[in-house]
């Protein structure tokens, strides 16, 4: 069988949560294959909500597998958290969740390293989500770094040791005021929570799933945050394209199926970096507010603009895509004019290619859509789609060359319509 991708085409916050959730029924196995408590893919279902974070979000679907893979750097702390909240649900984690030994540990010195750094940035930080990401993958590809598996080890407690005083030693040198051990009582009884759990040779454990079983791999962030791919230095640290399903789970690229890209009919990003299309005025201001754009993670308000088609060629290309997912539609139910970017000019010269230096002055070009003026919301069947809408999603699918084949028009699970 196959594994089948969900991405999210753009800066992140597509809404990949809520597409897992919906895809998830049809799927035995959910696995994350990279990131880690930066990401908040929000849920919403029978009237409830929640965000999961290094949790997969096949979690509350009945009689699913989850897993985090080798690709994932994970928080024992913040994942003992959200175990907890999960249990208020009535499911007991470790019959769900499935983890890789592979996978890397996030210190309480990442977080204080992650924050460092941003501080010594000044102007140019990154703007991360301060969960200690970066400093985590540093370690891991710099080979310092420390995973699951080693918790079962006699030796552990004096590899996290040697681990946090070479972190001291590096928050000296940045001259970073904090208190390094405020948080190892709570680490290392998270540490030992986690030794409740299923760890897993992933590479195994998911060919071997594959024997007879189809999986959903749940991409976090976005692809233009992909390290290698992605508005450099703007990013993350982890591959958030297609590639990374094959190196944060152990399989072969001829075991991947479907690449489901998502994107919102509109564009967000938080934190810092380039933005062509981002809107300083009323518009997208606008935007955040029918659009709940604050992250979920950090609360910060998320910077809007118009949907980027240059940015969103680019993606699909680099991800493969074969299915194409529009999301938060409804959000731009009531606007009398709609934009997308089809083309960027760069030092006066018109170009549809996503550039080297995202830094550089961009000037959007638009074309302008007529609004279709009504509420999305409650439509259950495509042939009710308002004829604006359609031309819209015809234009879009014509100019990125790949069919969109699922519109969300709401937050809950039954607001989708899957195109036949
Ligand atoms: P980090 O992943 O915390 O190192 O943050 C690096 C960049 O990625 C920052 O601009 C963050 O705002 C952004 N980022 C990280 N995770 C997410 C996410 O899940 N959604 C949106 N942006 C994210």
Known sequence: MKIDVVLGLQWGDEGKGKIVDVLAGRYPAVARFQGGPNAGH?????????V???IPSGIFRKGSINII???VVFDPIAFRK?????EDFGIKPQDKIFISKKAHLILPTHRLLDAANEAAAGKGKIGTTNKGIGPCYTDKVSRHGLRIGDILAPDFKERFEALKARHIQMLKDLSYDCDPDKEEKDFLEAVDFVKSF????????????????ALLAEGAQGSLLDVDHGSYPFVTSSSTTVGGVCTGLGVGPSKVGKIYGIFKAYCTRVGSGPFPTELFDETGERLR?????????????????????????????VDGVTDLIMMKSDCLDDFDTIKVCTSYKIGGKESQVFPFDTREEIVPVYKEFKGWKRDLTGI??????????????????????VPVNIISLGPDREATIEKK
């Not at 959200?82 to 999960?86: A, D, L, P, R, T």
């Not at 299923?198 to 079983?213: A, G, P, S």
């Not at 754009?293 to 699909?316: I, K, Q, S």
């Not at 259950?380 to 060359?401: A, S, V």
């Open 52 to 54: 999961v974070r290094s």
């Open 380 to 401: 259950k069947d495509e042939k009710d789609l308002p004829k604006e809408f359609t031309d819209y999603i015809k234009f879009i699918e014509d100019y990125i060359g």
């Open 69 to 71: 893979g080798s690709g």
């Open 289 to 317: 507010q029918i659009g709940h754009e604050f992250g979920a993670v950090t609360g910060r308000p998320r910077r809007c603009g118009w949907l980027d088609l240059v940015a969103l060629r680019y993606t699909a290309m």
């Open 198 to 213: 299923n760890l897993i040779d992933c590479e195994y454990f998911v060919n071997d799933l594959l024997k007879d079983k």
């Open 42 to 50: 929000s849920l919403h279902f029978e009237g409830k909500s929640f």
């Open 82 to 86: 959200e175990c907890g909240q999960i």
